[in-house]
């Protein structure tokens, strides 16, 4: 998961205040500046137990009849991914601790993990070994010198608040080649009533020591989203997973 630090450890990266291509209104956007602030702390601090909640372990643990359904969505989305071939240079954002980046790095030629959080990225490095770059950097506040076949992101989008949504969007069409594709997995929301993003985009979320942090948190439809990435100049074909835990799709 994504949001920290500026700094850029790829090379031919640049650490980069965040200011999208069109000019801002005085004061427009500072809303969410603190909002993001304790999102990035949120994520360094719940890096040593995101694990358990991917895989269903302590408070986050299932009812065996749960658990099957979500594995059958895991298993749905690794393979979405495989027939979608994922190769060639491939940048991975907001890269957390690893659990897609050890799937992407076996047929990338290059893979390049950026993630604020320098504690999920240890993570990472542990699970994957040698052969990825890692960067610690806000992709709030991060561009890439070089361009890519493809960019990758689990779990993030729906961190983005909708005052950055087309900045960073920009940021992904800066970062491919022609012909780049995109691969994104998300939150399926099976709540009907947390599916729009027009319901709110902040949430508290509890930490297993008791703290409480406010992130931002959006749920998609994959009809609403799909529009606003064509009015943004992308075609991603957008499912939900059997189950409707989780959101996924590629395209360019």
Sequence with gaps: MDTGEGGSG???????????????????????????????????????????WWFRRGRYAFT?????????????????????????????????????????APSASRLVAVDASAEMLAINRARVGSGVEHVVADVFGWAPKRRFDLVFFSF??????????????????????????VFLIDSGSPDPAQRSPSQGERQQRRLA??????????????????????????????????NRFFLFGGGS
């Design 10 to 52: 790829e090379p031919g990266g640049s650490p980069l205040r965040w200011l999208a291509p069109r000019a801002r209104a005085a004061g427009e956007g500072c809303v969410h500046v603190s909002l993001l602030e304790e999102q990035k702390r949120y994520y360094a601090a719940r890096a040593p137990e995101y694990d358990d």
């Design 64 to 104: 065996p009849g749960e658990q099957e359904r979500w594995d059958a969505d895991v298993a749905e989305l690794e393979g979405a991914l495989a027939a979608f071939r994922p190769a060639g240079e491939v940048l991975e954002l907001a890269a957390g601790t690893g659990l897609w980046t050890r799937i992407l």
């Design 156 to 181: 993030w989008l729906s961190h983005v608040p909708e005052e950055r949504l087309e900045d960073f969007w920009r940021l992904v069409r800066a970062a491919l080649r022609p012909g780049g594709r």
């Design 209 to 242: 020591d008791g703290r409480v942090f406010t992130i931002v948190k959006r749920y998609w439809t994959p009809a609403e989203l799909g529009e606003r990435l064509r009015a943004l100049g992308f075609e991603l074909r957008l499912c939900l997973t059997g």
